[in-house]
């Protein structure tokens, strides 16, 4: 079956209309962060609630998201193997979770996937501190750490000397399967001295705040892109999401030109996406990233290598033996049909294995 969608490789943009503003608000300062800004550091929130492991801003828990993104790269016809991976790690988190304590300390792992297939020459360290628990729910605090060309080995160094546990993994999914929670508070200063001795990893602190300030000012581009999310045509989709990357980019480089007190003298409140279509909605460039190519049109379901940004989009399937199409998740089954994905793969020989 075939997913007809709209956006990036890394970012969909097919949201439903009723979709929090404060989802897409996350999801694509994430998305810009990692695939424009190579932030070396992404903070951002999770609860605790129920038994499962939820983004805040989201009803369904992180297991049901990585569920549906496995059904969605079976229907593409396209290998599942990570996200089956990312959610056994959910699952196993969530039974975890349930003994925790305030300071306790989440690690997880996250080699690059292969390059023929987009991914980047980075992965990611994820470490969350569990705060502000009560009697329904536990906060997490997470933090997306990104290492640069990476190796297997350089991970199972760094996994033991964050867990204490000795490994020899030799795929990225073993990692993805198995994150851990710790009996204690790791602090930053340490994280970092452990990733300096394991990877080429060297803390950048004036990152943030630079990132921080141009999002300031993109603010408006933001609140005018959000809104033709939820209700613009898909070409108006394109056209918003092509002006925000490339202007993302431009002040990017205004900060590295040492020119971004222009920034502040431009009067940029008046800044609105229609404006500026001429000068920014052209296709940016592509980028590898963790979740494979960033390339206008064709895309897979982005998680921004971030947690808690798998993207709650609306999914128009289009049966190969009947042409049903849905609006969501159809199972194992088609509704108009019956094909199961058992006789579609030996039907094609597609398999999401």
Same mark, same amino acid.
């Given at each position: 079956?075939?997913?007809?969608?709209?956006?990036?490789?890394?970012?969909?943009?097919?949201?439903?209309?009723?979709?929090?503003?404060?989802?897409?608000?996350?999801?694509?300062?994430?998305?810009?962060?990692?695939?424009?800004?190579?932030?070396?550091?992404?903070?951002? $929130?999770?609860?605790?609630? $129920?038994?499962?492991?939820?983004?805040?801003?989201?009803?369904?828990?992180?297991?049901?998201?990585?569920?549906?993104? &496995?059904?969605?790269?079976? #229907?593409?016809?396209?290998?599942?193997?990570?996200?089956?991976?990312?959610?056994?790690?959910?699952?196993?988190?969530?039974?975890?979770?349930?003994?925790?304590?305030?300071? /306790?300390?989440?690690? #997880? *792992?996250?080699p690059p996937g292969p390059k023929e297939e987009g991914y980047g020459d980075y992965g990611?360290?994820?470490?969350?501190?569990?705060?502000?628990?009560?009697?329904?729910?536990?906060?997490?605090?997470?933090?997306?750490?990104?290492?640069?060309?990476?190796?297997? *080995?350089?991970?199972?160094?760094?996994?033991?000397?964050?867990?204490?546990?000795?490994?020899? /993994?030799? &795929?990225?999914?073993?990692?993805?399967?198995a994150p851990r929670v710790l009996n204690e508070k790791l602090e930053e200063g340490y994280?970092?001295?452990?990733?300096?001795?394991?990877?080429?990893?060297?803390?950048?602190?004036?990152?943030?705040?630079?990132?921080?300030?141009?999002?300031?000012?993109?603010?408006?581009?933001?609140?005018?892109?959000?809104?033709?999310?939820?209700?613009?045509?898909?070409?108006?989709?394109?056209?918003?999401?092509?002006?925000?990357?490339?202007?993302?980019?431009?002040?990017?480089?205004?900060?590295?030109? /040492?020119?971004?007190?222009?920034?502040?003298?431009?009067?940029?409140? $008046?800044?609105?996406?229609?404006?500026?279509?001429?000068d920014f909605g052209h296709k940016p460039s592509v980028i590898r990233g963790s979740c494979?190519?960033?390339?206008?049109?064709?895309?897979?379901?982005?998680?921004?290598?971030?947690?808690?940004?798998?993207?709650?989009?609306?999914? #128009?399937?289009?049966?190969?033996?009947?042409?049903?199409?849905?609006?969501?998740?159809?199972?194992?089954?088609?509704?108009?049909?019956?094909?199961?994905?058992?006789?579609?793969?030996?039907?094609?020989?597609?398999?999401?294995?």
């Amino acid at each position: 079956m075939v997913e007809q969608k709209v956006g990036s490789d890394a970012f969909r943009i097919e949201y439903r209309p009723n979709i929090s503003e404060n989802v897409l608000f996350n999801d694509v300062v994430s998305y810009l962060g990692e695939y424009r800004f190579n932030l070396q550091k992404y903070c951002y $929130d999770l609860t605790f609630k $129920d038994g499962k492991l939820r983004d805040p801003h989201r009803e369904e828990s992180m297991e049901s998201l990585a569920e549906k993104a &496995i059904e969605r790269k079976f #229907w593409e016809g396209k290998s599942s193997v990570r996200e089956k991976a990312e959610k056994e790690g959910f699952t196993s988190l969530d039974v975890q979770l349930n003994l925790t304590k305030d300071g /306790n300390t989440i690690v #997880w *792992a996250s080699p690059p996937g292969p390059k023929e297939e987009g991914y980047g020459d980075y992965g990611f360290i994820f470490v969350g501190e569990v705060s502000g628990q009560d009697l329904t729910e536990k906060k997490l605090r997470m933090t997306a750490i990104r290492v640069e060309n990476p190796s297997i *080995a350089q991970f199972n160094k760094a996994w033991h000397l964050l867990t204490g546990e000795i490994i020899e /993994n030799k &795929i990225p999914e073993e990692f993805l399967r198995a994150p851990r929670v710790l009996n204690e508070k790791l602090e930053e200063g340490y994280i970092d001295a452990l990733l300096g001795i394991s990877f080429d990893f060297k803390p950048k602190k004036e990152e943030k705040e630079k990132f921080l300030k141009i999002i300031q000012e993109m603010n408006p581009l933001l609140k005018d892109f959000i809104n033709l999310v939820r209700f613009g045509v898909d070409n108006e989709k394109i056209k918003a999401l092509n002006v925000l990357e490339n202007y993302a980019l431009k002040l990017k480089n205004d900060y590295q030109n /040492n020119t971004e007190n222009l920034i502040y003298i431009r009067g940029e409140n $008046d800044l609105r996406i229609r404006d500026m279509v001429g000068d920014f909605g052209h296709k940016p460039s592509v980028i590898r990233g963790s979740c494979g190519n960033s390339s206008n049109i064709s895309n897979l379901l982005t998680k921004g290598s971030i947690l808690n940004s798998l993207i709650e989009n609306q999914q #128009w399937f289009a049966c190969p033996k009947c042409s049903y199409r849905a609006d969501g998740p159809v199972g194992n089954q088609c509704p108009g049909c019956g094909l199961t994905k058992e006789e579609y793969a030996q039907e094609s020989g597609i398999s999401c294995d």
